[in-house]
């Protein structure tokens, strides 16, 4: 029975050499060129790196045809120095062209979020054109900030206004109590006093 089983044994190493044996191909000319074995396989080639067939997660041996040979262990792959291959994946034809017109996109600056006061989609505030001035209440004889309060008061026949404190002081103007007059952007004011119509020029 033993004598038996041995030469059941050979007989099935002698046919799994053989089929390696008649497996065997030439050296590809570049392993990278080989096209992709079945999922879950892999290449095998021997020490001379000549290209057996491909291997399986079980350790079944397939020749390129597809043709199982046999079954190898991890000990019978490392004693006959066997060496497991998987091509990288190639891209596409149309990879190369994608990857460089992404390199080569401009990036998009990240969009500033809008200050305090500022609704999105307005220009910020030093983007926005000013006009430095104070504003003048030509009833009252007195000068403000653009932003007091009693200059928003001003009905627009009697709104006017000037360059500088000096200019206003020099006209006969007084300096606002609440607000003393500071320079600031008259524009504002002038457009929301003056909708659609021309404001008034400064006074000189």
């Not at 095998?44 to 291997?55: A, R, T, V």
């Not at 045809?65 to 991890?74: A, E, I, S």
């Not at 994946?89 to 994608?98: F, I, L, M, Q, T």
Request: charged share 30%; glycine share 8%.
């Amino acid at each position: 029975m033993l004598q038996r089983r041995a030469s059941l044994f050979c007989l099935a190493a002698l046919t799994l050499l053989a089929g390696i044996a008649s497996a065997q191909k030439k050296k590809p000319a570049s392993k990278e060129d080989l096209p992709p074995p079945p999922p879950g396989h892999e290449y095998l080639f021997d020490k001379q790196d000549n290209l057996l067939g491909y291997i399986g997660p079980k350790g079944v041996l397939y020749s390129l045809t597809k043709l199982p040979l046999g079954v190898l262990t991890p000990a019978e792959e490392a004693r006959a120095g066997y060496v497991r291959y998987l091509p990288p994946v190639k891209a596409g034809p149309k990879e190369p062209e994608r990857r460089a017109a992404e390199e080569n996109r401009p990036k998009e600056e990240p969009k500033a979020r809008p200050k305090e006061g500022e609704k999105p989609g307005e220009p910020a505030a030093e983007a926005r054109p000013t006009l430095a001035g104070v504003i003048v209440n030509k009833s009252s004889r007195a000068f403000h900030r653009p932003t007091c309060n009693s200059a928003k008061l001003i009905s627009p026949k009697n709104l006017g206004w000037c360059e500088t404190p000096e200019r206003a002081k020099r006209l006969g103007y007084d300096a606002c109590e609440r607000c003393k007059g500071i320079v600031g952007d008259v524009r504002p004011i002038l457009l929301e006093k003056f909708a659609g119509k021309d404001p008034p020029p400064v006074l000189q």
